[in-house]
C-alpha cells in the first residue's frame, strides 16, 4: 500500500522556520522524483520544490534563498527546510511521488501568522 506521510506542519511566526517531512512507503522511493506543492483556497495547487532521484533540486522563484528541499533514500524521506517564513507562505503544503506512478500525501497545514 502506497502511503505519503506530510508532517511537521504547523503556527509559526513571521520569520520563523519549520521542517516538513514526507515519509514514504510502497513503491521504491529513490527511484522517484520527489516534489513539495502548497494550496491557498480558491487557488490552484502550485509547485514549492522538487528534487529527482539523482538529487537535482529546483524551486519556484518566490521561495529561493528560503527553502531547502533534500531527501535520505535510505529513510525514505524528503524534507522541506523552510525559513524566513512569511504570511503568504500560508497554505496546505503537499508531498508528490512521480515515476512510474503519481502519488500524492493527504497534505499538512502551514500557518504564518503574527
Known amino acids: 500500500q502506497v502511503q505519503l506521510v506530510e508532517s511537521g506542519g504547523g503556527f509559526v511566526q513571521p520569520g520563523g522556520s519549520l521542517r516538513l517531512s514526507c515519509a514514504a512507503s510502497?513503491?521504491?522511493?529513490?527511484?522517484?522524483?520527489m516534489s513539495w506543492y502548497r494550496q491557498t483556497p480558491g487557488k490552484e495547487r502550485e509547485l514549492v520544490a522538487g528534487?529527482?532521484?539523482?538529487?537535482?533540486?529546483n524551486y519556484a522563484e518566490f521561495v529561493k534563498g528560503r527553502f531547502t528541499i533534500s531527501r535520505d533514500n535510505v529513510k525514505n524521506t524528503v524534507y522541506l527546510q523552510m525559513n524566513s517564513l512569511k504570511p503568504e507562505d500560508t497554505a496546505v503544503f503537499y508531498c508528490?511521488?512521480?515515476?512510474?506512478?503519481?502519488?500524492w500525501g493527504q497534505g499538512t497545514q502551514v500557518t504564518v501568522s503574527s
Open positions: 508528490k511521488a512521480l515515476g512510474r506512478n503519481v502519488y
Open positions: 510502497g513503491f521504491t522511493f529513490s527511484y522517484y522524483h
Open positions: 528534487i529527482s532521484s539523482g538529487g537535482i533540486k
